[in-house]
């Protein structure tokens, strides 16, 4: 297996652009998580997903930001408008039930 | 929150050291993880600790748990420059895992 794929790797935008980032988690993986991490604020987890359902999206900052995943393979985190202080990476894991998670290895994205 | 909060916020030695990291958290939990992670990938599990469990040991890892005290130990025997990472705990009760800072370490060969 591959491991979790995200795309893309890097992101350079400018403010008020819309911004789509995607994952594709580990086949028979239950559980899909997005993350954002900052020096600032550390791992900060944004919405997870359990069998393609969002089951929490309390970590999501605000209306700016939405999360899908239409089918087990694939899932897209969306902002727009996008800001400066949404320049963070981000982190698509995915897990077995409860189990360790498995990260793929972020989309560093810069809101200029 | 159950976040774990790690302590040293940042740690140096020598090679051949052992290094010591320590994780409290606040609410009870199911079980604690441990992660690396590199500068520029993501995180990357390292070992489980279940609640009723004490101890648990993989290669030069040694994680301990005190739930009475809600805090675990992560111990890196014989350390390698390749050790140098960012390690993180992770705790889960009725959440998902939720992740303190971490612990920079720097292993100087």
């Known amino acids: 297996d591959a491991g979790v794929i995200q795309s893309p790797r890097h992101e350079v935008t400018e403010m008020g652009q819309e911004v789509t980032l995607r994952c594709k988690p580990i086949?028979?993986?239950?559980?899909l998580f997005w993350y954002r991490q900052t020096m600032m604020r550390g791992l900060e987890l944004l919405i997870y997903?359990?069998?393609?359902?969002?089951?929490?999206d309390s970590g999501m900052p605000e209306d700016r930001f939405s999360a899908k995943m239409p089918n087990a393979s694939f899932s897209t985190l969306k902002i727009q408008p996008s800001e400066p202080r949404d320049s963070a990476v981000y982190f698509c894991a995915s897990s077995e039930l409860d189990n360790e998670q498995f990260f793929g290895p972020g989309t560093r994205l810069t809101v200029l | 929150s159950q976040q774990g909060e790690e302590d040293p916020q940042a740690l140096s030695i020598q090679e051949g050291e052992n290094a010591t990291m320590n994780c409290s958290y606040k609410?009870?939990?199911?079980?604690l993880q441990w992660y690396r992670q590199n500068s520029g990938r993501g995180l990357v599990h390292l070992i489980l600790i279940r609640s009723n469990e004490r101890e648990k040991h993989s290669g030069r890892l040694r994680v301990t748990l005190d739930t009475s005290k809600k805090s675990s130990s992560l111990l890196i025997t014989a350390s390698r420059a390749a050790d140098t990472a960012s390690y993180f705990c992770?705790?889960?009760?009725?959440?998902?895992?939720?992740f303190g800072k971490g612990t920079r370490l720097s292993v100087i060969a």
């Open positions: 992770a705790t889960d009760g009725n959440t998902p895992l939720v």
């Open positions: 997903f359990n069998n393609n359902v969002p089951i929490d």
């Open positions: 609410t009870s939990i199911n079980n």
């Open positions: 086949s028979g993986h239950d559980y």
